[in-house]
Structure formats: structure tokens, C-alpha cells
């Protein structure tokens, strides 16, 4: 995947399968700064997820605006890293919880944090917790053919009537 490759906001967009207005919101909120690469996909799946969540003892009112609590801009970086990270696979999963985050690399990662103790004795981290668990390496990994898949310019804005070529009358 090229870092260097910009994309528009619709590009970013497409390829995560969300609506423009969600990226439109997370470069207003300080989430995307533009221009657009290719780890904003990743970055405004995660944030979308994440901004709609709610924690089952911690309600919000969804008519009230809100900022980013701590979780969801430590979720953030840690997708944003791990998009870079030579060491990302596409066992590559993102834990969430509302205290930390965790990234696990390999299956075996994933199972030293899933239980503490081999045996099976001592708790692990996520013992007795809420948590979101995203498949970060997998979305990264397919992210190299869904944008070869994805157009790069914005939509064309109106219809082809109103942009009339100079010279001619408007149609009917």
C-alpha cells in the first residue's frame, strides 16, 4: 500500500463503505486532517464504530453532542499505528475496552491476552469487561485491492443540464 497515494474525501468514503458525511465529521472534529491516504479507510471505519458505541453502564444522550472520550482517541492512534506497523498481519486485532486498548499481532497474541495463565487460573485482562474486538489486519490487508477498486476524484455536483457548455442554450 503506497503512503504517498492521496485520495479525496469520497475516496476515503467508498472504501470503507461509509457515507461521506462521516468523513466529513472526523476531519471537523480533528479525527482526518486533509489530504487523505490510504490509513484514513482504516482510521474512519474504527471511528465510526467507535462513535456510535455506547458502554453498557455509561449512557449517553444521542440528541446531545460530545466530544471523543479518552478510549476512542486511544483506539484511533492505536489503528493508525498499527496501519504503519511492519508488524501488523492480518491477524492484526484491536481490543477496545473502556480503560485501554490492545493490539495483538498473531493468534498466539491474541491468546496470551484472551487468558493470563496457561493453565487457566489466572485472569486476563479482559476478564469481567466489555470489550470490542476489530479485525484491523484483515481490513488493512484488503485494503490495497478495495482501492484499486475505488475512484479517486469527487463526485460531479448537479446535473449535466445545469452545467451547461458555453454558448448553448440550456435544455429543456
Not at 476531519?27 to 474504527?46: C, N, Q
Not at 498466539?108 to 479482559?126: H, K, N, Q, Y
Request: charged share 25%; aromatic share 6%; net charge positive.
Amino acid at each position: 500500500m503506497p503512503p504517498t497515494a492521496r485520495l479525496s474525501a469520497n475516496a476515503v468514503a467508498v472504501a470503507a463503505g461509509v457515507d461521506s458525511k462521516w468523513v466529513y465529521r472526523a476531519v471537523e472534529i480533528g479525527v482526518l486532517s486533509e489530504p487523505h491516504f490510504a490509513s484514513d479507510v482504516i482510521v474512519i471505519r474504527v471511528y465510526r464504530l467507535l462513535s456510535q458505541f455506547v458502554w453498557p453502564d455509561k449512557p449517553r444522550q444521542r440528541s446531545k453532542k460530545y466530544a471523543l472520550d479518552t478510549w476512542q482517541l486511544a483506539a484511533l492512534h492505536a489503528t493508525r499505528d498499527a496501519v504503519t506497523d511492519s508488524a501488523t498481519t492480518p491477524e492484526t486485532t484491536l481490543w477496545v475496552m473502556q480503560d485501554s486498548v490492545r493490539v495483538a499481532n498473531s493468534r498466539t497474541d491474541r491468546a496470551a491476552l484472551e487468558c493470563a495463565s496457561a493453565e487457566g487460573d489466572a485472569p486476563s485482562v479482559l476478564d469481567a469487561q466489555v470489550a470490542l474486538r476489530l479485525p484491523i489486519g484483515r481490513w488493512i490487508d484488503e485494503l490495497p485491492a478495495i482501492l484499486a477498486k475505488t475512484p479517486r476524484r469527487e463526485p460531479r455536483r448537479g446535473t449535466a443540464a445545469a452545467r451547461k457548455a458555453p454558448g448553448r442554450p440550456p435544455t429543456a
